[in-house]
């Protein structure tokens, strides 16, 4: 059995276990290093057998990629689909924030994008240990040390935005443009990046307290208007890999959602692409202006 | 899910198969037993709490009827009595409707 470690994702590192001659497309499409190691890790093992759902539950359709489905103890797992010619595979919980399996139906001819399944298990795990939630999100750090997380599902200008930062501030350290996590301890809210870009390829390490909530979408022009916390609770809700499947799990998301919109400072902002109005996020969200998180 | 649109002359109280949290302000409730009663469960839903709501919530931590609930109502918001008692009902009904309350067992009388 080959085993393929990624580094740490937000402190936990993820372990692919091989099986059956399966391999793994080269996950360094994004150079990713890892975040310091604290604590156990997420193991996916990969393997032929069973991918049917007979004994799962079917919950939530997302065509044409994959079906969510719960197993008889209310754990989650997910059919992705070969929409590319890959082999339909399961996601199916082991041991729930630690252990997890995916099974093919029939052996891959090709080296297997782990995307989907890694990411997927990886929101299972986090979900499992209460310890943070992923955000649909271009999140960034500033000079002066504050992290920035601005939500917002496809097509709202992630990407854009994160390529105009990277022009606008050298000194502005990009985390993600597609997937950041989010986390919640004794020390507050943090925001960190994820190996899980988009377009853009932006795969940062690190992490920073999470001062700003952007909401961001295109404009014609730069436009700011506060969002209140009760309204940046209804937008994010949206954009976060809550555990729905399971209700007894949501009290913790639940209350990094409350750490965020009650300490960060909250805005929506409307954008032109242009690098003039990526300074002004950045100088929107310096610390001159922002509220501390302290 | 219940389909009655009235509720008893009992006493009503929180539910403890439903979570509460506050968030931004505003207390959210997640019923966690929704998927044993509901066949076409999809998953966990999220009820936001409106300041009337969150008053009778916070009532609902001992058991009480809902002439009591809309005499309190009453008395906070400056509402009519006959509007308060439907307002109060109503709430019950919806909280009954997605397991958030419960009737509570009359206490023993000696």
């Not at chain 2, 009235?6 to 109280?13: D, L």
Request: with cysteine; glycine share 8%.
């Amino acid at each position: 059995m080959a085993v393929l470690r990624v580094g740490a994702v937000a402190g936990i590192p993820i372990v692919h276990e091989l099986c059956d001659g399966i391999r793994l497309e080269r996950l360094d499409v994004v150079d990713w290093a890892g975040t310091s190691e604290v604590s156990e890790p997420v193991v996916i093992r990969h393997e032929l057998g069973d991918a049917t759902t007979t004994r799962l539950r079917r919950m939530l359709d997302v065509p044409p990629w994959c079906t969510f489905h719960l197993d008889a103890a209310g754990e989650p797992a997910a059919l992705f689909y070969g929409v590319f010619g890959e082999v339909d595979r399961l996601l199916t919980t082991v041991t729930p924030g630690t252990r997890y399996r995916v099974r093919y139906a029939a052996a891959p001819s090709d080296p297997v994008v782990a995307l989907q399944s890694e990411l997927t298990a990886f929101s299972f795990a986090i979900a499992a240990r209460g310890a943070g939630l992923i955000a649909h999100a271009c999140a960034f750090i500033t000079a002066t040390g504050h992290g920035v997380l601005c939500p917002g599902i496809s097509g709202t200008g992630k990407t854009t935005l994160a390529r105009l930062l990277r022009d606008a501030d050298p000194a502005v350290e990009l985390l993600t443009d597609d997937r950041a996590i989010v986390t919640l301890d004794d020390r507050g809210v943090r925001v960190w990046g994820s190996p899980w870009p988009g377009a853009g390829k932006v795969a940062g390490v690190r992490s920073a307290p999470l001062t700003t909530l952007v909401f961001i979408r295109h404009g014609q022009r730069v436009e700011q208007r506060v969002v209140t916390p009760a309204e940046a609770f209804r937008r994010i809700v949206n954009t976060l890999s809550m555990p729905l499947w399971e209700p007894a799990r949501c009290g913790r998301p639940l209350e990094v959602i409350d750490g965020i919109v009650s300490r960060a400072r909250l805005i929506e902002l409307a954008f032109p692409p242009t690098t003039d109005a990526a300074r002004w996020v950045v100088t929107e969200a310096d610390d001159r202006f922002a509220v501390s998180a302290a | 899910m219940g389909t009655q649109s009235q509720v008893s002359a009992g006493r009503w109280t929180r539910a403890a198969t439903v979570l509460a949290r506050r968030v931004a302000g505003e207390t959210v409730l997640v019923p966690l037993d929704s998927r044993a009663d509901d066949p076409e469960y999809k998953g966990a839903r999220l009820y936001v709490l409106n300041e009337t709501g969150e008053f009778l919530w916070a009532l609902l931590e001992t058991p009480r009827n809902a002439a009591d609930l809309a005499r309190n109502l009453t008395l906070e918001f400056e509402t009519a009595e006959d509007r308060a008692l439907a307002d109060v009902e109503a709430f019950l009904v919806a909280l009954r409707d997605i397991g958030a309350v419960r009737e509570a067992p009359e206490p023993d009388v000696e």
